[in-house]
T-cell receptor, first 115, second 115 residues
């Protein structure tokens, strides 16, 4: 169990640029989640996948945001035309389905700064 | 809509003193309840979780939490705090039933430990 891996750890980008983050979940976990955390706040749900299917998206996920999980393994989160308000920590988590496994394993996050 | 309230933004305790972090939730039914800890620049680590049954649950690192249905509370406690416990603590709720879809987090309580 190598944990949930997120890359890059930090990203600084200019406003208007596109960025993409990657998350590699724990290999046997079929569920993968994306959360966003701004300074002084708790994580806010963005979206989650079960295998390769995206089952739910938050209203926070505007049309500039897109997430994919091809083949049900790693996932990418892309933000197009970044805005300063997108600056945040983007957290990925994974889990198995089933109540006994409820509770995620989080990665260390990708900190995005839009200048 | 579900919500989680952590009324204390910042708490300072002396090493060796006891700790209680408060969490109140608003939910249609009794949700699944969680406490996570986040060290600076890191992801979140699950401390403990409550699904049903015994209302006093034990977690890692010597933490425990008590579910009180009448007060819609799930307070986190530790009898004797160590300097390494300094971190941010988040209470979270999730839909009951084992669907493991998404969590709603509180805004967190930052714990400072003085020596």
């Amino acid at each position: 169990d190598t944990g949930v891996s997120q890359n890059p750890r930090h990203k600084i980008t200019k406003r208007g640029q596109n960025v993409t983050f990657r998350c590699d979940p724990i290999s046997e976990h079929n569920r993968l989640y994306w959360y966003r955390q701004t300074l002084g706040q708790g994580p806010e749900f963005l979206t989650y996948f079960q295998n390769e299917a995206q089952l739910e998206k938050s209203r926070l996920l505007s049309d500039r945001f897109s997430a994919e999980r091809p083949k049900g393994s790693f996932s990418t989160l892309e933000i197009q035309r970044t805005e300063q308000g997108d600056s945040a920590m983007y957290l990925c988590a994974s889990s198995r389905t089933g109540a006994e496994n409820y509770g995620y394993t989080f990665g260390s996050g990708t900190r995005l700064t839009v200048v | 809509a579900q919500s989680v309230t952590q009324p204390d933004i910042h708490i300072t305790v002396s090493e060796g003193a006891s700790l209680e972090l408060r969490c109140n939730y608003s939910y249609g039914a009794t949700p699944y309840l969680f406490w996570y800890v986040q060290s600076p620049g890191q992801g979140l680590q699950l401390l403990l979780k409550y699904f049903s049954g015994d209302t006093l649950v034990q977690g890692i690192k010597g933490f425990e939490a008590e579910f009180k249905r009448s007060q819609s509370s799930f307070n986190l406690r530790k009898p004797s705090v160590h300097w390494s416990d300094a971190a941010e603590y988040f209470c979270a709720v999730g839909p009951p039933g084992g669907t493991a879809s998404k969590l709603t987090f509180g805004t967190g309580t930052r714990l400072q430990v003085t020596l």
